[in-house]
């Protein structure tokens, strides 16, 4: 597999963090890819091959563009040999406010992306690009004609993303709202109107994905490292992991299947296990 990336323009970069184009070229049986998501919507042109998405108990397969809302656990999805696609990755709050999907209702879930963007022009223009500076140069095209009729949040709600992120999740959602004089109830109305997601959720996987980087880093033991964590505690962590990453520490750091872009561009953890590892 081979990631590439484009940075979208300065002026949108508050919605949108990368443009993306991934590529497989196997000879091999199909790959079952694992993803942990870290919560960002996401937009998917498929340009060649197939892809099929399983989140939860439902199975995705699309052939035209799709608009994925925040998916809050590991998911799967299954690659042919030759197959090519390539997104958007937004920000915590960009698909809202650059498309004004409720982000409730496409949390979890995989849309086709006709419900939300009616474009048929900037849509083959993605799909006709022959480099990724095409691709990106499209995007641009068509996402910055949106910075002039962006969908509105209150300002309280950035500011907490803001804190949460760069707290590492370490801060309780009842200390934003006093910050903020604002109730609970009213944070959470629009973290989920606009995220898709309540404050304090938002804040565990955040909080989650800081540990998870800091264990990639550890080379020896990384099991017995939680401790050296502070994440509520150690029954706690386990109880997200097997959530978040659907097995147990002690499985997941012992797995000798290759792994590939641990952290890619800090939106995605990704995990590859091929068949024949699975079965040898």
Same mark, same amino acid.
């Given at each position: 597999?081979?990631?590439? /990336?484009? =940075?979208?323009?300065?002026?949108?970069?508050? /919605?949108?963090?990368? /443009?993306?184009?991934?590529?497989?070229?196997?000879?091999?049986?199909?790959? =079952?890819?694992? +993803?942990?998501?870290?919560?960002?919507?996401? @937009?998917?042109?498929?340009? #060649?091959?197939?892809?099929?998405?399983?989140?939860?108990?439902?199975?995705?397969?699309?052939?035209?563009?799709?608009?994925?809302?925040?998916?809050?656990?590991?998911?799967?999805?299954?690659?042919?040999?030759?197959?090519?696609?390539?997104?958007?990755?937004?920000?915590?709050?960009? @698909?809202?406010?650059?498309?004004?999907?409720?982000?409730?209702?496409?949390?979890?879930?995989?849309?086709?992306?006709?419900?939300?963007?009616?474009?048929? #022009?900037?849509?083959?223009?993605? @799909?006709?690009?022959?480099?990724?500076?095409?691709?990106?140069?499209?995007?641009?095209?068509?996402?910055?004609?949106?910075?002039?009729?962006?969908?509105? $949040?209150?300002?309280?709600?950035?500011?907490?993303?803001? =804190?949460?992120?760069?707290?590492?999740?370490?801060?309780? $959602?009842?200390?934003?709202?006093?910050?903020?004089?604002?109730?609970?109830?009213?944070?959470?109305?629009?973290?989920?109107?606009?995220?898709?997601?309540?404050?304090?959720?938002?804040?565990?996987? $955040?909080?989650?994905? #800081?540990?998870?980087?800091?264990? #990639?880093?550890?080379?020896? &033991?990384?099991?017995?490292?939680?401790?050296?964590?502070?994440?509520?505690?150690?029954?706690?962590?386990?109880?997200?992991?097997?959530?978040?990453?659907?097995? &147990?520490?002690?499985?997941?750091?012992?797995?000798?299947?290759?792994?590939?872009?641990?952290? +890619?561009?800090?939106?995605?953890?990704? $995990?590859?296990?091929?068949?024949?590892?699975?079965?040898?």
């Amino acid at each position: 597999m081979r990631v590439t /990336y484009q =940075d979208p323009s300065s002026q949108l970069k508050p /919605y949108i963090r990368a /443009y993306y184009t991934v590529y497989f070229n196997m000879h091999s049986a199909p790959a =079952d890819i694992k +993803v942990f998501p870290v919560g960002n919507p996401q @937009m998917i042109f498929y340009k #060649e091959g197939e892809v099929t998405t399983y989140i939860k108990n439902n199975t995705f397969f699309f052939k035209a563009p799709t608009l994925h809302g925040h998916i809050l656990q590991h998911f799967k999805f299954k690659i042919l040999p030759e197959t090519q696609f390539t997104g958007i990755a937004f920000t915590p709050l960009g @698909m809202y406010k650059l498309l004004g999907a409720n982000a409730k209702d496409v949390r979890d879930y995989i849309k086709p992306l006709s419900e939300f963007v009616d474009n048929k #022009e900037y849509i083959q223009k993605v @799909m006709r690009a022959k480099s990724d500076e095409e691709v990106a140069a499209a995007h641009d095209a068509f996402f910055l004609e949106k910075l002039d009729a962006l969908f509105p $949040i209150p300002p309280i709600i950035e500011q907490c993303i803001e =804190d949460i992120c760069i707290l590492g999740g370490q801060i309780s $959602i009842d200390v934003l709202a006093k910050k903020y004089n604002c109730s609970r109830r009213y944070l959470e109305k629009h973290f989920s109107y606009g995220i898709g997601n309540s404050p304090g959720n938002f804040s565990k996987r $955040i909080r989650f994905l #800081e540990v998870i980087k800091k264990l #990639e880093t550890i080379s020896q &033991d990384r099991e017995q490292q939680l401790s050296n964590f502070d994440f509520y505690n150690r029954a706690h962590f386990l109880k997200d992991f097997r959530y978040y990453l659907g097995e &147990d520490p002690y499985l997941y750091f012992k797995n000798t299947h290759p792994q590939f872009d641990i952290i +890619v561009r800090g939106f995605y953890l990704i $995990i590859e296990k091929r068949k024949s590892e699975e079965t040898a």
